[in-house]
Protein backbone atom coordinates (compact mmCIF):
# COMPACT_ATOMS: atom_id res chain seq x y z
CA UNK A 1 0.00 0.00 0.00
CA UNK A 2 2.83 1.78 0.59
CA UNK A 3 4.34 1.66 -2.34
CA UNK A 4 1.73 3.00 -4.28
CA UNK A 5 1.12 6.12 -2.29
CA UNK A 6 4.45 7.42 -3.33
CA UNK A 7 3.56 6.23 -7.23
CA UNK A 8 0.34 8.22 -6.83
CA UNK A 9 2.61 11.51 -5.01
CA UNK A 10 5.46 11.10 -7.20
CA UNK A 11 2.81 11.23 -10.61
CA UNK A 12 0.98 14.13 -9.19
CA UNK A 13 3.87 15.75 -8.30
CA UNK A 14 5.82 15.14 -11.71
CA UNK A 15 2.76 16.63 -13.59
CA UNK A 16 3.03 20.02 -12.15
CA UNK A 17 6.72 20.00 -12.25
CA UNK A 18 8.72 20.85 -15.77
CA UNK A 19 9.94 18.39 -18.04
CA UNK A 20 13.48 17.19 -16.10
CA UNK A 21 15.91 15.70 -18.61
CA UNK A 22 15.97 11.84 -19.01
CA UNK A 23 18.31 10.12 -15.39
CA UNK A 24 21.47 8.77 -17.19
CA UNK A 25 21.90 4.90 -16.19
CA UNK A 26 24.62 3.92 -13.76
CA UNK A 27 27.16 1.74 -14.76
CA UNK A 28 26.60 -1.65 -14.06
CA UNK A 29 29.04 -3.04 -11.63
CA UNK A 30 31.62 -5.92 -12.37
CA UNK A 31 30.39 -8.87 -10.81
CA UNK A 32 31.26 -10.03 -7.41
CA UNK A 33 31.07 -12.81 -4.71
CA UNK A 34 30.34 -12.32 -1.14
CA UNK A 35 32.72 -14.29 1.17
CA UNK A 36 30.89 -16.77 3.57
CA UNK A 37 30.94 -14.94 7.47
CA UNK A 38 34.23 -16.37 8.81
CA UNK A 39 33.55 -19.08 12.09
CA UNK A 40 34.89 -18.92 14.96
CA UNK A 41 37.40 -21.80 14.23
CA UNK A 42 37.16 -23.19 10.99
CA UNK A 43 37.07 -27.12 10.35
CA UNK A 44 40.10 -28.16 9.77
CA UNK A 45 41.14 -29.50 6.42
CA UNK A 46 43.75 -32.19 7.51
CA UNK A 47 42.17 -32.86 11.13
CA UNK A 48 43.92 -35.13 14.26
CA UNK A 49 42.57 -39.08 13.98
CA UNK A 50 40.66 -37.97 17.00
CA UNK A 51 38.87 -35.28 15.13
CA UNK A 52 37.95 -37.41 12.20
CA UNK A 53 34.62 -38.01 13.39
CA UNK A 54 33.67 -34.65 12.47
CA UNK A 55 35.11 -34.63 9.23
CA UNK A 56 30.66 -35.95 7.92
CA UNK A 57 29.52 -32.76 9.61
CA UNK A 58 28.64 -29.37 7.30
CA UNK A 59 28.66 -25.77 8.76
CA UNK A 60 25.94 -23.83 7.18
CA UNK A 61 26.97 -20.74 5.15
CA UNK A 62 27.55 -18.62 8.66
CA UNK A 63 29.77 -21.83 9.70
CA UNK A 64 26.96 -23.53 11.93
CA UNK A 65 26.16 -27.15 12.29
CA UNK A 66 22.75 -28.55 12.66
CA UNK A 67 21.58 -31.55 13.44
CA UNK A 68 18.29 -32.76 14.86
CA UNK A 69 18.12 -33.55 18.35
CA UNK A 70 17.68 -37.69 17.21
CA UNK A 71 20.86 -37.30 15.22
CA UNK A 72 22.28 -35.64 18.27
CA UNK A 73 21.48 -38.44 20.07
CA UNK A 74 22.93 -41.19 17.71
CA UNK A 75 26.39 -39.27 17.64
CA UNK A 76 26.59 -38.71 21.25
CA UNK A 77 26.91 -41.09 24.63
CA UNK A 78 23.87 -40.34 26.96
CA UNK A 79 25.91 -38.31 29.04
CA UNK A 80 27.29 -36.39 26.40
CA UNK A 81 23.77 -35.83 24.20
CA UNK A 82 22.42 -35.10 27.68
CA UNK A 83 24.89 -32.64 28.79
CA UNK A 84 25.39 -30.94 25.41
CA UNK A 85 21.57 -30.82 24.39
CA UNK A 86 19.84 -30.52 27.21
CA UNK A 87 22.46 -28.38 29.63
CA UNK A 88 22.58 -31.61 32.39
CA UNK A 89 25.37 -31.31 34.29
CA UNK A 90 27.70 -34.19 35.50
CA UNK A 91 27.87 -35.09 39.06
CA UNK A 92 30.97 -33.06 40.70
CA UNK A 93 34.23 -35.03 40.86
CA UNK A 94 32.80 -37.53 38.13
CA UNK A 95 34.47 -36.00 34.88
CA UNK A 96 36.68 -37.29 32.78
CA UNK A 97 38.93 -34.08 32.31
CA UNK A 98 38.80 -32.52 35.74
CA UNK A 99 42.41 -33.57 36.69
CA UNK A 100 43.88 -33.80 33.37
CA UNK A 101 47.30 -31.72 33.18
CA UNK A 102 48.77 -32.84 29.47
CA UNK A 103 49.46 -30.60 27.14
CA UNK A 104 46.81 -30.14 24.42
CA UNK A 105 43.62 -29.02 23.22
CA UNK A 106 40.19 -29.10 23.95
CA UNK A 107 37.54 -28.87 21.53
CA UNK A 108 33.52 -29.55 21.37
CA UNK A 109 32.50 -32.89 21.72
CA UNK A 110 29.44 -32.21 18.96
CA UNK A 111 31.24 -30.35 16.18
CA UNK A 112 35.07 -30.33 16.77
CA UNK A 113 35.14 -26.53 17.05
CA UNK A 114 37.96 -25.68 19.24
CA UNK A 115 37.08 -24.53 22.25
CA UNK A 116 40.14 -24.35 25.11
CA UNK A 117 44.12 -24.79 25.04
CA UNK A 118 45.51 -26.83 28.25
CA UNK A 119 47.62 -23.64 28.57
CA UNK A 120 44.32 -21.54 29.89
CA UNK A 121 43.78 -25.42 32.45
CA UNK A 122 43.58 -24.31 35.74
CA UNK A 123 42.48 -26.31 39.17
CA UNK A 124 39.72 -24.29 40.58
CA UNK A 125 38.80 -26.88 43.32
CA UNK A 126 35.07 -27.12 41.75
CA UNK A 127 35.11 -30.21 40.89
CA UNK A 128 34.81 -29.69 37.43
CA UNK A 129 37.53 -28.70 34.49
CA UNK A 130 38.09 -24.72 34.87
CA UNK A 131 39.19 -22.90 32.09
CA UNK A 132 40.21 -18.80 32.54
CA UNK A 133 39.76 -18.31 29.06
CA UNK A 134 38.50 -19.54 25.49
CA UNK A 135 41.11 -20.90 22.73
CA UNK A 136 40.00 -18.28 20.54
CA UNK A 137 37.80 -14.79 20.53
CA UNK A 138 34.56 -16.28 19.16
CA UNK A 139 34.84 -19.61 19.97
CA UNK A 140 32.18 -19.91 22.82
CA UNK A 141 28.55 -17.84 23.27
CA UNK A 142 27.68 -16.35 26.09
CA UNK A 143 24.13 -16.61 27.64
CA UNK A 144 22.12 -15.30 30.59
CA UNK A 145 20.97 -18.34 32.58
CA UNK A 146 17.73 -17.59 35.37
CA UNK A 147 17.51 -21.16 36.04
CA UNK A 148 17.57 -22.92 39.52
CA UNK A 149 16.86 -19.82 41.42
CA UNK A 150 19.71 -17.85 40.57
CA UNK A 151 21.60 -15.74 37.76
CA UNK A 152 24.38 -17.74 36.31
CA UNK A 153 26.26 -17.22 32.76
CA UNK A 154 25.90 -20.28 30.87
CA UNK A 155 28.47 -20.64 27.66
CA UNK A 156 28.00 -22.80 24.53
CA UNK A 157 29.85 -23.49 22.12
CA UNK A 158 29.26 -20.87 18.95
CA UNK A 159 29.71 -23.47 16.07
CA UNK A 160 26.95 -26.05 16.93
CA UNK A 161 25.33 -24.69 20.10
CA UNK A 162 25.98 -27.36 22.59
CA UNK A 163 26.01 -26.91 26.47
CA UNK A 164 29.64 -26.35 27.61
CA UNK A 165 28.81 -24.81 31.65
CA UNK A 166 28.88 -21.95 32.76
CA UNK A 167 31.23 -18.71 33.54
CA UNK A 168 31.92 -16.86 36.80
CA UNK A 169 33.74 -13.88 37.51
CA UNK A 170 35.50 -12.22 39.60
CA UNK A 171 36.46 -14.97 41.63
CA UNK A 172 40.31 -14.43 42.16
CA UNK A 173 40.92 -18.09 41.09
CA UNK A 174 42.71 -17.52 37.93
CA UNK A 175 44.92 -14.29 36.30
CA UNK A 176 42.02 -13.33 34.24
CA UNK A 177 39.31 -13.45 37.31
CA UNK A 178 37.57 -15.66 35.27
CA UNK A 179 36.20 -19.15 35.42
CA UNK A 180 34.82 -21.66 32.99
CA UNK A 181 33.20 -24.57 34.74
CA UNK A 182 32.78 -27.01 32.13
CA UNK A 183 31.58 -30.39 32.03
CA UNK A 184 34.26 -33.05 30.69
CA UNK A 185 31.00 -34.59 28.46
CA UNK A 186 31.13 -31.51 26.36
CA UNK A 187 34.58 -31.89 25.60
CA UNK A 188 36.90 -33.91 23.52
CA UNK A 189 40.56 -33.55 24.33
CA UNK A 190 43.29 -33.93 21.53
CA UNK A 191 47.27 -34.50 23.23
CA UNK A 192 49.64 -32.11 22.14
CA UNK A 193 52.10 -34.11 19.40
CA UNK A 194 55.58 -34.57 20.43
Not at 74 to 101: F, I, N
Not at 132 to 157: F, L, Q, W
Amino acid sequence: MFPRMLGFVFITLSACAPAAPAPQTPPVPAPFSVPATPTANPMPANPDPLLARFADLKPDAAGKVHLTDAQWEKRLTTMQYQVTRHAATERAGTGEYEDTEAAGNYHCICCGQLLYGAGNKFHSGCGWPAFMDEANPGAIEYRTDNSHGMERTEIVCTRCGSHLGHAFYGEGLSKTNVRHCVNSASLLFVPKKN
